[in-house]
């Protein structure tokens, strides 16, 4: 059976840590910002972690 090919939209949007967590990136932080607090704006810049639900079909997507 050939290898698992990475989906390359995926691989730029998520990122596995070292000890094997899936990570990405916050939506609503890029454009309409002024009304938004600052305190959400910096909230919203850090990385989140895959729900649960999604996590199969991440790894799946990213070829692992």
């Known amino acids: 059976m050939p290898k ?3 989906d390359r939209g995926a691989a ?3 990122k596995v840590t070292g ?3 899936l990570r990405r ?4 932080r890029s454009h309409l910002l002024e009304k938004k607090s600052s305190n959400r704006t910096r909230r919203l ?3 989140a972690e895959v729900a649960p639900a999604d ?3 991440v790894r799946r997507l ?3």
């Not at 990136?25 to 609503?28: E, G, S």
């Open 12 to 14: 730029k949007r998520f």
């Open 25 to 28: 990136r916050q939506a609503m």
């Open 45 to 47: 810049g850090r990385e």
């Open 55 to 57: 996590r199969r079909e």
């Open 62 to 64: 990213l070829g692992r």
């Open 4 to 6: 698992m090919k990475t």
């Open 19 to 21: 000890t094997g967590r």
